[in-house]
Every structure is written in C-alpha cells, then in structure tokens.
DNA sequence: CCAAGAAAGGTGTATGTACACTGTTTATGA
DNA sequence: TCATAAACAGTGTACATACACCTTTCTTGG
C-alpha cells in the first residue's frame, strides 16, 4: 500500500509560503504596473530612496536579498536610467542612487502601493495583519 | 521636506511574505538538495504522486501556479527521466506520471521534507503554525 | 612595510516565474 | 453540419533567484 503523502503540501512551511508569496505579489504587481515600474522595481527604488546612497552590499543586507541577485536587478535599474552609481572613496564600493527620473516615478508609484495595501487591509483587518506580521517574523528568526 | 516612507517595507504585505518564502525555501532547499532533487522538483514530484496520471493544467491548478511556469519545470523533469508524458485519449491533454527513478528519488527525499519540516516546527510549535496557516489561507481567499 | 586575508563586486550557469501570443484539438449551438 | 468558441499546451521574451567562482581593493598583524 502507498503511504498518504497529501498532509505534505497541505501541512509545508516553505509550499505555503512561496505559494501565498507568489500570488500577492501578482496582485502588487497589476497594480504597481499602472506606474510603468515592475513590482521588483518599486520595492528596489523605495529602498534606495530610504537608504541612498548606499552600497550593493548594504542594500542586499536591508533588503535580505541575495546580492548577486540584487546586481543584476540593479543594472536593470541603470540601463533605464532611474538609478546612477558612483564610486565611494573605498574603490570597491559602487554606491546607487536615484536619478532624476527614478525619483519622478518612485513618487507616482507610492499611491498605487498604497491602493493595494489598503485593499487586502481593508478586506483582512489591519490588526489581523500586524499579528499575520508578528508571527512570521518570529518564524523568520527561527530559520536564521 | 521628504515624507517618511520606511513604514511601506515595514509593512506591505507581498514584501514581507516575499521574503519570509525565500527565506523557508532556502532553508528546505538546502535539506532537500541533499537527495538529489531541487525544492521545486520535490514539490512536482510529490505532487505528480498525488494526482497521476494527470494533464498540465490540472496539475497547474492543484499547485496553483502558472501553467507555462510548470510546462517548463516538467519538461526538466523530464530531461532528468524523473517523469514520463503520455497522451490521453483527448489529444490534447498531455498527461504526466513518475518514472521508476522519479519513484525512487522522490522516496528518498520524503525523510529530509520531514527533517526540514520537524526543525521548523519544533521551535516554531506545530499550533502556532496552524494558526499562522490558517490566517495565510484567509489573506488567499480575499485576494482571489 | 608587506603578505595574507577580508570585503566588495562581477560573471557563468542553471533554475524559476509569468505574460503575450500561437497552434491544435475538442465541444457546442444555431 | 459546420462555424465558432473553448480547452490544452507550446514558444518567445523578459524578469527574478542563487550558487560557485573570479578579480580588485582595502585592512591588518607580524
């Protein structure tokens, strides 16, 4: 007889995630996409705005992403001119910023985040969240 | 003035489940790689025992993913020999099943989806990950 | 001072994701 | 019956992720 496997993807802590991950990030995206920004663009452009200027190193650190894959992202970014880098003092740091126009677009793209946020909280509760929200970053203590 | 912005990371809702699921996949990933198997591919796998035979985007449906997204997995699954496409009836339909080896492997990984599993969940408490569950699949149900 | 190591960053490669579009096969209703 | 629509799947393209490995630059301890 076959061992009963369907508690495994109903019961997985990473399945569950990535999937819920996955569609609220769809969700974001539709809407952010209005701004012409993708939603990996917003979330990079709102960091550097928060943290500029700042290394790659450091932003992957913020950020919790790897840094190789923050590079590339970044080069994107540069090739559509909405970022600048410049050399620090310390030659091996490339330090990024907002340009001109990644500013203009970051701007325009922070009521429509706003618009998705406030349509899961209002359906789902603000409170609800915040204790989502606590329990997951306890979660995430605990795998690091 | 500049207006204060560090809340949106703090509390948008895909950023956080976004980097919560690299996180956990990372972590199982590292535990399952050690059969063999890519996380993603335990995940076809495990579900292609569920389910088999059964069509593209059936299999789509049940994962909840994109079905180009799972199109493509499968046939590296394929290349691998750890699956097998037949035709139905229906022309259309492209049904997929284990290989012998598919079986085989997929079995082997089983006891490190518990190991990885068990870790989480014994710092974590197997209630506060129901509870936490619970509330991820009432946020799933408003966004769809 | 300077050799060894640490820190910053880039590249190669492979996997994973998803939208727009296409072709083929089946179902359906006027 | 047969034109039209729906269902199934593949391809083109672009973005996103991450590991292994490399070079360049700075730091540090003997």
């Known amino acids: 007889m076959k061992k009963e496997l369907s508690h495994i993807p ?20 539709k809407i952010i996409n209005r701004s012409g920004l993708q939603g990996m663009q917003f979330q990079l452009l709102l960091a550097i705005r928060l943290y500029e200027p700042v290394s790659i190193s450091v932003l992957a650190k ?10 590339r992202n970044l080069k994107r ?12 003092e310390d030659q091996r740091i490339h330090n990024v910023q907002l340009s001109e ?5 970051l701007t325009s793209a922070l009521p429509l985040w ?14 609800n969240w915040h204790q989502l929200l606590d329990s997951m970053n306890k979660l995430e203590r605990i795998i690091s």
């Open 62 to 71: 913020k950020l919790e992403i790897d840094r190789t894959t923050l590079s």
């Open 10 to 29: 109903k019961e997985c802590v990473a399945y569950n995630f990535t999937k819920t991950a996955r569609h609220l990030a769809s969700f974001y995206r």
């Open 114 to 127: 706003e618009e998705a946020q406030n349509l899961i909280l209002d359906r789902f509760g603000t409170d």
């Open 77 to 88: 970014l540069e090739k559509n001119a909405l970022v600048n880098f410049e050399n620090a």
């Open 101 to 105: 126009s990644g500013n203009k677009i």
